[in-house]
């Protein structure tokens, strides 16, 4: 049978996660056995041709439920079941989707939201619910134009992009991870014109800075760099800072950057509104969102063409 939607999936990759499957790449025999799926509609790809739809579907729907906290990530690619994925399975539900996952959990709904920038609650294009052999998409707010739907739906495309990619940051290598932010300061243009240049500090006895971009050829106006590489629940607190700004003070410098794959604590950022250094925090949310927009660690992947009728065009015709 054709590859189900990402909903229908839900269900039977968590069972597969339960029983052993590590990675989204084990769930896919269970699952062509569970829906007859043959090797042929197995090999059909997306139309960038990237990935097989079917594997496709499995990540979004181990995606989403990883949002809900029915699966956990204990290392990059690899995903175990949680317990409160395991109390939803001791339930014998018929199905598991994106209403139940609304419902039942809070975190899920808040990220659902956020994801969407707050574009309407159903799913984006192509999304389905009900009964899977029914294959008609869910109806979408009627006030919602196509280009709306677009966006919202690129809007989620985004969001699960960037938590993607502070799984990677977090456990790169530390020195990869410096460079990584000086590339992107340098993507959105600081270090780049005649005279700019960039650099890493020593690994040992750097002060607390890890890298300096020079605006000019003398070097009297650079922006310093701090990056740290934290778990989500690891805050940056007031200590990081004031030790930041005093390397900034040691230097004669007056404008820095702080890049965390975390978080801020509140302290941290009362304490920076009392100094004069002009310092900006870059979180890590804040930072995947630059790496998608400025096109660092990320490649397009499809591009879809959004045309109109040429109104110069058919006016000269018009003469």
Not at 66 to 78: D, E, H, W
Not at 95 to 122: H, K, M, Q
Not at 132 to 146: F, H, W, Y
Not at 235 to 246: D, E, N, S, T
Request: with cysteine.
């Amino acid at each position: 049978m054709p590859v189900p939607d990402y909903e229908t999936l839900m269900l039977p990759v968590l069972r597969a996660f339960a029983g052993g499957a590590q990675t989204v790449r084990d769930c896919l025999p269970a699952l062509r056995r569970a829906f007859e799926i043959s090797e042929a509609e197995a090999a059909e790809l997306q139309p960038s041709g990237g990935k097989t739809v079917l594997a496709d579907r499995t990540h979004w729907a181990r995606t989403y439920m990883s949002k809900a906290g029915l699966l956990s990530s204990p290392k990059r690619g690899a995903h175990v079941l949680t317990d409160r994925g395991r109390a939803l399975l001791a339930e014998a539900p018929g199905r598991i989707d994106n209403v139940l996952l609304r419902s039942r959990y809070p975190e899920f709904a808040e990220w659902l939201t956020a994801a969407r920038r707050g574009n309407g609650e159903s799913p984006g294009p192509g999304f389905q619910h009900g009964d899977p052999s029914a294959r008609q998409p869910t109806p979408l707010p009627l006030a919602e134009t196509p280009e709306e739907r677009i966006e919202r739906a690129s809007a989620e495309l985004d969001a699960a992009l960037a938590d993607d990619l502070l799984d990677r940051l977090r456990t790169m290598d530390a020195l990869r991870y410096e460079r990584l932010e000086l590339d992107l300061l340098t993507a959105m243009g600081y270090g780049t014109g005649s005279y700019g240049s960039r650099s890493l500090t020593p690994a040992s006895g750097d002060g607390g800075i890890d890298g300096i971009i020079h605006e000019d050829a003398l070097g009297l106006d650079a922006v310093y760099v701090q990056a740290k590489r934290y778990r989500a629940e690891t805050k940056v607190g007031r200590p990081a800072i004031q030790q930041f700004v005093g390397s900034l003070t040691g230097e004669g410098a007056t404008k820095g950057v702080f890049v965390t794959t975390s978080g801020f604590s509140a302290e941290a950022r009362d304490y920076l509104r009392r100094v004069s250094h002009r310092i900006v925090l870059i979180d890590g949310p804040e930072l995947a969102r630059l790496m998608i927009r400025h096109g660092v660690g990320v490649r397009v992947r499809q591009t879809v063409a959004i045309k109109s009728v040429d109104a110069d065009y058919f006016g000269d015709l018009d003469h």
